[in-house]
C-alpha cells in the first residue's frame, strides 16, 4: 500500500496563519465581551440610579401633591378650578365651597355655582372686566347675603389662553368681602348722619334765639290780666307749642353737643317746682293731671339746672304722648340713705299706654321710639343728663297701666 502523498509546505504555513488569525480574532472577542460585559454592568448602575431617582421623584411629587392640596385647604381665601369651555367644575377648596354655598362632600356641579358666578365666566373678558380685575358680586349663602370679590387668571392649555371665547381653564381666587362692605356702608350712613347730626345742630342754634324771644312774649301775654278765658285758654295752647318746640331743639343741641355739665350746687326743691310749673302749660293742652309730691327739705344738690328742667320736661313730653286724655302724670321726690349718704329720688309716672317688655332694653337708645310724632331723642338725652350728674335713671312699665322713670341724685 503505497503512503499518503506529503503535504506541501505552504499548506502548513497556511494552517499556521490562520491558527494565528483565529486566537487574534478570540483575543478580540474576549476584550470585546469584557468590554461589553462591564459597559452593560455600568448601563445597569446607571439604570438602577436612575430608577431610583425616579422612584424618589414619584414619591416627592405624591407628597408635594398632599402638601399642595393641605396648602388649598388651609387657605383663608377660596380657589377653584374651572373649565369654562367644558362648563365643568376641576378643583373646589373647602373655603371656595363655603363661600359659594357647595358641598364639598361630593364632586360639585357647575348648576350649583351662583348664577351671578356663571354669568361672569360666560361673559368673558370684555370691556366690563379684564383677566386679573377683581368682580365683587352677591350671592345667596345659608347665614344671609354675601358679598364675595373674584379674581380671574387663565391657566395654559391645549386650545390655548383664553380670548374671550371661554376656551381656557380658569382659576378664580374668592374672597368674603362682606364685612369690609357693611363697614363701608356703615361708614357712608355715619358720614351722612354727622352731616345731618351737623345741619340739625345749625338749625337748632338758629331756631332757639328767636323761640326764646316766643317764649318771653308768650308769657308775657299769659300774664296780661286784660285776656277773657277764650284768648287765655289760646295763648296757654301757644304756650305749650313753644314750649314743646323748645324742648325738641335743646334735645337736639344736648344731643349733638357732646360735653360736660356745667355743675353747681343748686336747691333741688326750687328747681323742682319751677320745673313742674315750666310743664303745666303742656298737661293743660294734653287733659292731663299733673300731680306733684316732694319731701325733700332744703335738699342741694350739683346740678346744671337748665338740664334738670330738660330732663323734667323730656319724662313730661314723653308721658303725654302715651296718656289719653283725663289720666295722670306724677311727680313724687324724697330722700333715701344710701351707704353712708343720701340720695334724693324723683319718679315721675303716668297713667298711660306703658312699654312693652320687647321695647322696654332699648327706650335709651337713640332714634328708637314707638311714636312717629318723637324724634327719639327725648329719653336718649335724659340718660346722658344723668350721665353727666352722676346719677341714674331707670323705667318700670305694664301695658296698660302706666310707666315711671326713677331718677337718683346724689345729695351734697
Request: net charge negative; proline share 5%.
Amino acid at each position: 500500500m503505497n503512503p499518503p502523498p506529503a503535504l506541501p509546505a505552504a499548506n502548513d504555513g497556511l494552517l499556521a496563519d490562520a491558527f494565528s488569525i483565529f486566537v487574534s480574532a478570540a483575543a478580540r472577542l474576549e476584550r470585546s465581551y469584557t468590554q461589553l460585559h462591564d459597559e452593560v454592568a455600568q448601563l445597569r448602575a446607571q439604570l438602577e440610579e436612575r430608577n431610583r431617582a425616579l422612584a424618589s421623584s414619584v414619591a416627592e411629587n405624591a407628597r408635594m401633591k398632599v402638601v399642595h392640596s393641605q396648602i388649598l385647604d388651609a387657605l383663608p381665601c377660596g380657589v377653584a378650578v374651572v373649565d369654562a369651555r367644558n362648563e365643568e367644575i376641576v378643583l373646589l377648596n373647602p373655603e371656595a365651597a363655603r363661600l359659594l354655598g357647595m358641598p364639598s362632600t361630593e364632586k360639585p356641579k357647575w348648576a350649583q355655582l351662583p348664577s351671578p358666578l356663571r354669568a361672569m365666566i360666560a361673559s368673558g373678558p370684555s370691556q366690563t372686566w379684564r383677566l386679573g380685575d377683581e368682580q365683587q358680586i352677591g350671592v345667596r349663602a345659608a347665614w344671609g347675603e354675601c358679598w364675595l370679590r373674584v379674581r380671574c387668571t387663565s391657566i395654559e392649555s391645549a386650545g390655548g389662553r383664553m380670548d374671550g371665547s371661554n376656551s381656557a381653564t380658569l382659576v378664580l381666587t374668592i374672597r368674603d368681602t362682606t364685612f369690609q362692605k357693611q363697614a363701608d356702608e356703615e361708614r357712608e350712613a355715619s358720614r351722612q348722619m354727622m352731616a345731618l347730626a351737623e345741619m340739625a345742630t345749625l338749625l337748632a342754634h338758629e331756631i332757639r334765639n328767636p323761640l326764646g324771644s316766643m317764649e318771653l312774649f308768650v308769657s308775657l301775654l299769659a300774664s296780661d290780666e286784660a285776656l277773657n278765658d277764650q284768648s287765655r285758654k289760646w295763648t296757654e295752647n301757644l304756650q305749650a307749642g313753644v314750649r314743646s318746640l323748645a324742648a325738641t331743639v335743646n334735645n337736639v343741641l344736648r344731643f349733638h353737643t357732646p360735653g360736660s355739665a356745667q355743675l353747681a350746687a343748686t336747691n333741688l326743691p326750687e328747681l323742682l317746682v319751677n320745673g313742674v310749673e315750666f310743664i303745666r302749660p303742656l298737661a293743660q293742652q294734653a287733659c292731663v293731671e299733673l300731680s306733684f309730691e316732694e319731701a325733700l327739705g332744703g335738699s342741694r344738690v350739683m346740678a346744671e339746672p337748665g338740664a334738670l328742667q330738660q330732663l323734667l320736661l323730656n319724662l313730661a313730653h314723653n308721658a303725654f304722648r302715651h296718656t289719653a286724655a283725663g289720666g295722670v302724670f306724677s311727680v313724687r321726690a324724697r330722700i333715701e340713705p344710701r351707704n353712708d349718704a343720701r340720695v334724693a329720688i324723683m319718679e315721675f309716672s303716668d297713667t298711660g299706654s306703658g312699654i312693652s317688655p320687647e321695647d322696654l332694653p332699648h327706650i335709651f337708645d337713640a332714634g328708637f321710639s314707638t311714636n312717629r310724632q318723637s324724634t327719639g331723642l327725648g329719653l336718649a338725652v335724659c340718660q346722658r343728663i344723668m350721665a353727666q350728674h352722676h346719677g341714674t335713671i331707670s323705667a318700670t312699665s305694664k301695658l296698660g297701666e302706666g310707666t315711671t322713670f326713677r331718677v337718683e341724685l346724689p345729695i351734697l
